[in-house]
């Protein structure tokens, strides 16, 4: 898993070399659309444009919030019109049956703003948390501005980050990626008990 964001994190790099606020933009998009890049290479990496002089802080932080709206919305929209319909014909094989989903869509009625709101928060959540607020339906507006708010407040502390260590940048980074691993690996214990209790069941 190190070596597959280790990957990722340079590509996200040349990216942003390559692009500047637009690379910004389309690298936090790809993050917030169900696809893993780091954000906390991403970020950082942006901050340390900041303190090179090739960017300015609130321009590079507006860029990788809007960027991460856009990719949120992408991902809520797949998840309204066909996410549902998906998982009800093919949630069994990820072991996710018609009571989960249905359990899922009350969770974001109740609770949405704050499920999507502390989502963009949290390492590799944060890259998912859209599609099932699509899936349940989560009213849209809400969903874009919870979004917006937690993800200006993650684009803002880490871009600050990467901008304060400045020219440490380079022998820090390894460390930026930790977070990503460490729940990944939660993940996939989760995701483990979950086919050890379908099997059991069975």
């Not at 070596?3 to 910004?24: D, E, K, N, P, W």
């Not at 090739?54 to 991902?75: E, K, P, R, S, V």
């Not at 917006?148 to 020219?167: D, M, P, S, V």
Request: aromatic share 16%; net charge positive; glycine share 10%.
């Amino acid at each position: 898993m190190e070596a597959i964001i280790t990957q990722l994190g340079q590509f996200v790099i040349h990216i942003i070399s390559s692009f500047g606020y637009l690379g910004v933009f389309l690298a936090m998009a790809i993050e917030s659309a169900c696809i893993p890049l780091p954000s906390e290479i991403i970020l950082p990496f942006t901050g340390y444009m900041v303190f090179s002089g090739h960017f300015g802080f609130w321009q590079a932080t507006i860029a990788a919030t809007l960027g991460n709206l856009f990719g949120a919305l992408a991902a809520y929209y797949v998840g309204v019109w066909g996410g549902r319909p998906f998982l009800k014909r093919y949630g069994k094989y990820f072991f996710i049956n018609a009571k989960e989903l249905a359990w899922t869509e009350r969770i974001f009625e109740r609770n949405g703003e704050i499920t999507v709101f502390i989502g963009r928060v949290l390492p590799i959540v944060r890259t998912f948390i859209s599609l099932p607020a699509g899936i349940a339906r989560m009213n849209p507006l809400k969903m874009a501005t919870y979004t917006t708010i937690g993800a200006f407040l993650w684009c803002t502390l880490l871009i600050y980050i990467g901008q304060k260590l400045g020219e440490n940048w380079n022998a820090l980074k390894p460390y930026f990626h930790r977070a990503d691993v460490v729940v990944g690996g939660a993940i996939v214990v989760i995701l483990i008990l979950l086919v050890w209790k379908h099997l059991k069941k069975r």
